[in-house]
């Protein structure tokens, strides 16, 4: 019989963090850029080639458990950008390695001394060189200059036509679901619906192996307070569940501990299937989005301080959704069930209010709310002909959504490394290091590389933010204490 012993490790930092930054480069350069190649992923049931470095770091194990935590610690930086922005994980992995092998690799720094010098001097350096990217940033005009940030993303002149029409469409505030299509081909609809920044209260909601929670016409309870007892949760859903709908949102000011942790357990013991939300904004901010996301899918927004019961629910206070789909920070409601004169209401309020002088911030607000509410999402539907080619297909497409939407938002900059290799600052490390994107892709594919690439100015900062955050984290570690499990007879 093998038994599972678990000890702890503890190595010298400088050559774990050398080794297991290089095999990490190694295993996602080649997929870098448009000439990208792919790699073969062993899931254990099944086999795919991926040619996404996203998707391929996901599954990049090392053997050594030292140098595995390294990987760990690299990761959960890359996905920070990957939640904020959609994209960049590659090129913000690439960046980190070139700054750790000049910093470790140097023979005149000693770690001590020079080395938190050093980290000072590049994290300067990071300041220098996004007011550099954000000055030369340009805001996008035209639907071709979409087309060609999304075709960047993704080499696929089908997906890019159809991101940056759809997108130039529905106008920048507007946001596009994607999902798998039982087909074979890529199609695009239009339907009611709205995006919130905020995700689900614990990850043990999660019912996806993309790390989303989905759940499929639930019905969706909004309370303007925070649910404090987890009898007072069942005493909401108790209309709902005993008429045998048992996925249920709730979305309210906050969850206790104690409520959480029991909803989990209803879960795993099947008795609803659940996505509990808190509500967006601040303060009072928090009735108004309550008040948005009822005009979406309909019902009540439960509200004790306007003399609701919150003890006795009545089953019109309850709205409804084709789907709702949530990540860590963002969740998405479509086809919601609210009434079409309702949502028009909530509209007219809303420009109502931009008529009163406000903060110019607020103002802006306002106005992202009232697009939403007057727009729609648009869901593309990627089709294919085996699942395996449809999971990388799809995950192109988000790629190339994200960095669409973004570039449409916050700006373009120089796309295919330019923009990173024009840039000098007061670091000479961080400058060598800025080099290597454009490097690498000429690498990988020179003749692919066009002079009229944009990438969104927002993906490029959160990448070289990630990347300097990360390097300097690694240089100013002295030891690795990793987790070694043992396999005895």
Request: glycine content about 8%; proline content about 3%; charged content about 30%.
């Amino acid at each position: 019989m093998n038994n599972t012993r678990t000890k702890k490790v503890y190595r010298e930092a400088t050559n774990v963090v050398l080794s297991a930054t290089e095999k990490y480069y190694n295993y996602v350069a080649p997929t870098y850029g448009p000439a990208g190649k792919s790699v073969l992923i062993d899931e254990g049931y099944s086999l795919r080639a991926v040619d996404d470095g996203k998707i391929a770091s996901q599954s990049f194990e090392l053997e050594d458990e030292c140098e595995n935590a390294i990987i760990k610690y690299i990761r959960q930086a890359a996905n920070k950008t990957d939640d904020r922005v959609g994209d960049g994980t590659t090129t913000a992995a690439v960046i980190t390695t070139a700054l750790v092998k000049e910093i470790l690799e140097h023979k005149d720094f000693s770690v001590t001394k020079s080395v938190p010098k050093e980290v000072a001097s590049i994290q300067k350096g990071l300041l220098e060189a996004i007011k550099k990217i954000r000055k030369e940033s340009k805001k996008v005009k035209t639907k071709n200059e979409l087309y060609e940030v999304a075709f960047n993303s993704f080499n696929d002149t089908e997906t890019a036509t159809l991101v940056s029409e759809t997108l130039f469409e529905l106008g920048k505030d507007a946001f596009i679901s994607v999902e798998d299509s039982q087909g074979t081909t890529m199609e695009k609809e239009v339907v009611s619906g709205l995006q919130i920044e905020k995700g689900f209260a614990s990850p043990y909601l999660i019912t996806s192996e993309k790390g989303h929670c989905e759940i499929s016409s639930p019905t969706i309870l909004l309370v303007n307070k925070k649910i404090d007892s987890f009898d007072g949760l069942v005493k909401l859903l108790t209309p709902m569940v005993n008429i045998g709908k048992k996925d249920v949102v709730v979305v309210a000011d906050g969850f206790s501990d104690d409520v959480i942790r029991n909803t989990i357990v209803s879960k795993i013991q099947g008795l609803i299937r659940p996505l509990l939300l808190e509500t967006p904004g601040f303060g009072t901010s928090k009735i108004q989005s309550l008040k948005d996301i009822c005009a979406i899918v309909g019902g009540h927004v439960i509200d004790p301080q306007q003399g609701d019961d919150i003890e006795s629910p009545k089953t019109e206070w309850f709205g409804s959704a084709e789907l709702v789909r949530s990540d860590r920070n963002l969740t998405t409601f479509l086809n919601g069930g609210g009434r079409p004169k309702e949502k028009l209401n909530r509209v007219l309020e809303l420009q109502r209010e931009l008529e009163t002088p406000t903060s110019p911030m607020e103002t802006e607000r306002l106005k992202k709310r009232i697009a939403q509410l007057s727009g729609g999402v648009a869901i593309i539907r990627v089709g294919a002909l085996t699942e395996h080619e449809q999971k990388t297909k799809r995950a192109k497409v988000d790629d190339a959504v994200n960095a669409t939407t973004v570039a449409f938002r916050g700006g373009l900059s120089l796309g295919g490394g330019v923009t990173f290799s024009d840039i000098e600052t007061s670091s000479e490390t961080l400058n060598k290091a800025l080099k290597l994107p454009r490097e690498l892709l000429e690498k990988n594919g020179k003749e692919f590389l066009s002079d009229k690439v944009y990438d969104p100015t927002e993906v490029l900062i959160a990448a070289l933010e990630t990347a300097v955050s990360t390097a300097s984290g690694l240089v100013m570690l002295s030891g690795v204490n990793a987790i070694k499990d043992k396999e005895e007879e």
